[in-house]
């Protein structure tokens, strides 16, 4: 089946630097997938959309300039937290629905720890 | 065992037992439904979805019943497992639009 995968599962950094995620679909072209939030014990909260060769579309109150993303190709988008600080420390989960489908397909996520 | 949602985060099953989470959406117009499970550290699985032109539908131990009069849907699990132990969200999707997700509730199975 659809397989999206996401990597790395897990990030330390120092406050101040840059993270990238990336994104894939494994056996299948997306040409929309989507970047998602999620603190503690909460829900998942969209950030972002990214469009494969166009700008992705943020969320409101989602700054574009601090988390850069990318769709450069059909089956890999990115996200970059730039300047991370403690604050940005979360789970960040991208996904992608097959062609013609709305059953979107979820990364294993990635855990963001910034000191 | 039974949950509402947004009041009840958090539900407790006997191992054995059946388990429904129920979920209140929010926009009446929306038309496809989604539930997801997701273990700690995980990213969300599908389980199960439903469109607006139906009522119930079953999967393999779980099924989706919508009522669309008062916006509830809710998630059924039979026989319910300790791998079953995970947070269940419902999403709702309106048309193009993205998908919006619940709260979220904790299933917790007691062997």
């Known amino acids: 089946g659809a397989v999206v995968s996401q990597h790395p599962s897990r990030v330390i950094c120092k406050s101040g630097t840059s993270v990238k995620i990336e994104c894939r679909s494994l056996d299948f072209q997306a040409t929309t997938m989507f970047w998602y939030r999620q603190f503690p014990k909460q829900s998942l909260m969209l950030m972002a959309t990214s469009n494969e060769g166009s700008k992705a579309t943020y969320e409101q109150g989602v700054e574009k300039d601090k988390f850069l993303i990318n769709h450069a190709s059909l089956t890999l988008s990115t996200l970059t937290v730039t300047s991370a600080h403690p604050e940005d420390s979360s789970f960040y989960i991208c996904?992608?629905?097959?062609?013609?489908?709305?059953?979107?397909?979820f990364g294993s996520g990635t855990q963001l720890s910034v000191l | 065992g039974e949950s509402v949602g947004l009041h009840l985060p958090t539900l407790s099953v006997q191992e054995g037992d059946n388990s429904i989470i129920n979920c209140a959406y929010s926009n009446s117009a929306s038309d496809y439904f989604i539930w997801y499970k997701q273990e700690s550290g995980k990213g969300p699985q599908f389980i199960i979805d439903?469109?607006?032109?139906?009522d119930k539908r079953q999967g393999q131990r779980v099924t989706v019943l919508l009522n669309k009069t008062v916006k509830h849907l809710s998630l059924q699990i039979a026989a319910t497992q300790p791998g079953d132990s995970a947070v269940y969200f419902c999403a709702e999707k309106t048309g193009a639009n993205n998908l919006f997700f619940g709260t979220g509730t904790r299933l917790t199975v007691i062997p």
């Open positions: 996904s992608a629905s097959r062609p013609g489908g709305e059953k979107l397909l």
């Open positions: 439903i469109r607006s032109n139906m």
